[in-house]
């Protein structure tokens, strides 16, 4: 989850590399841009295959045309493979997005291990040397909630945000929450950050969401989409089974990873009051156990 946990951020809203590069020197951004996701195979042009973990295409909104290619690429720490990978990516990138420019993102929670990826990588042709830009827990901007709810997501994903605090909690609570965020972006935001999260972040966390300021948010909300869903789907004749799709799917957002049995447990369940209990116990769990104990 360190590593893929802010991918999935960028991958709901790729917008994020946008902020992520503005005001980077030597960088020149469109006025009105166009984000889509790219390919990451970048074998089409190699013999030996190369997968980079995200590849974010910024077009000109205007005229459509590819601007910049932007790879993204999660580094928990310096790796010395890297040094001859990463020039191959952004010259790949380049060539199959057919593409102007190219640039290598890295992003690199421990400001340490960040130091190191920030290094110039020397291809040994005249002018061509990489500088990775290298994103770590002290960079990541939208700290302040000014550039969007998904980039303070990102940023506490990224340990920009201290969490442990009742100020950092709210403040990553309000960005979820926010309008802008689709509920089913909210569902995988919130489960990214509760599993990111500090025991003691989480905790806190946990706790605010259960208050009257978050509780219809992040309570209710979850708990009335997986009624609207179990209904939907024809599973739900009444409000048993509407309750137990809520409780598996608060489950499954808080990687609480209940065993086939339990699941099973839940979906036979015509017990409103067991169900909504066991719905309660979800929200604040650490394990399925604590869940579904006697």
């Known amino acids: 989850m360190p590593h893929e946990g802010p991918l999935d951020l960028v991958r709901q809203h790729p917008e994020i590399a946008v902020d992520l590069l503005r005001g980077t020197p030597g960088i020149t951004l469109p006025g ?14 190699v ?4 997968l980079a973990d995200m590849v974010v295409l910024i077009s000109d909104a205007a005229t459509g045309e590819p601007v910049l290619a932007v790879i993204i690429e999660p580094q928990l720490r310096d790796s010395e493979t890297k040094r001859y990978s990463w ?5 790949t990138a380049r060539r199959l997005a057919r ?3 190219a640039v290598l993102v890295v992003l690199c929670p421990d400001p340490a291990e960040a130091e190191k990826c920030r290094q110039l990588i020397r291809t040994g042709h005249p002018g061509f040397d990489l500088a990775p ?4 827990s002290g960079g990541p901007p939208g700290r302040d909630g000014a550039s969007g709810p998904y980039l303070t997501a990102f940023a506490a994903s990224m340990g920009g945000i201290n969490m442990e605090t009742e100020p950092g909690a ?5 960005a979820i929450a926010s309008p802008e965020v689709s509920e089913t972006d909210r569902l995988r935001m919130t489960a990214i950050i509760l599993t990111l999260a500090s025991d003691a972040a989480r905790h806190l966390l946990e706790a605010m969401m259960t208050t009257s300021e978050y509780e219809k948010t992040f309570v209710e909300k979850i708990h009335d989409q997986g009624i609207a869903e179990g209904e939907a789907r024809g599973e739900a004749k009444g409000e048993a089974k509407g309750k137990a799709e809520a409780v598996l ?3 499954d957002a808080r990687h609480l990873a209940p065993s086939t049995e339990q699941r099973q447990q839940v979906a036979s369940c015509a017990d409103a009051a067991q169900l909504d209990l066991w719905f309660d116990r ?7 156990a604590e869940v579904f104990a006697n």
């Open 47 to 50: 013999p030996v295959q190369y």
């Open 99 to 101: 593409c102007p420019a």
């Open 249 to 251: 799917k608060l489950l």
């Open 133 to 136: 830009i290298v994103i770590d």
């Open 87 to 91: 020039p191959v990516y952004v010259t």
């Open 32 to 45: 009105r841009a166009a984000v889509s996701l790219a390919p990451t195979d970048m074998s089409a042009a």
């Open 170 to 174: 709210r403040r990553v609570l309000d």
């Open 282 to 288: 979800a929200i604040t769990a650490n394990t399925a």
